[in-house]
């Protein structure tokens, strides 16, 4: 892994722990919406809870489908396709 690139590291980081970095874009997600939204005096408390959690929701699918399109593109060329290849030529 020291010979690898640093682009590369992050990916293989990033496919071992995918849902810990969904996870962790989600909260970091909220609380910048309730940051964001808190400094709007405007609005009721509710609303900006509201707005909060839509802004995060949002942004969790659009990471979910990220990690999917990576899991998938994993299964396709990466190790675990050299990992499931025995499995997939006999069916």
Do not use: C
């Not at 962790?24 to 808190?38: H, I, K, R």
């Amino acid at each position: 892994m020291a010979e690898e690139g640093t682009m590369a590291q992050i990916r293989h980081w990033f496919v071992e722990h995918k849902l810990r970095a969904v996870g962790t874009l989600w909260a970091t997600s909220v609380a910048g919406s309730l940051a964001y939204n808190f400094s709007n005096p405007n609005m009721k408390t509710s609303v900006k809870v509201i707005h909060a959690r839509l802004h995060a929701q949002a942004l969790t699918l659009a990471a979910l489908a990220g990690a999917a399109a990576v899991e998938y593109y994993d299964h396709k060329s990466g190790e675990k396709a050299k990992r499931y290849e025995k499995h997939v030529q006999q069916a």
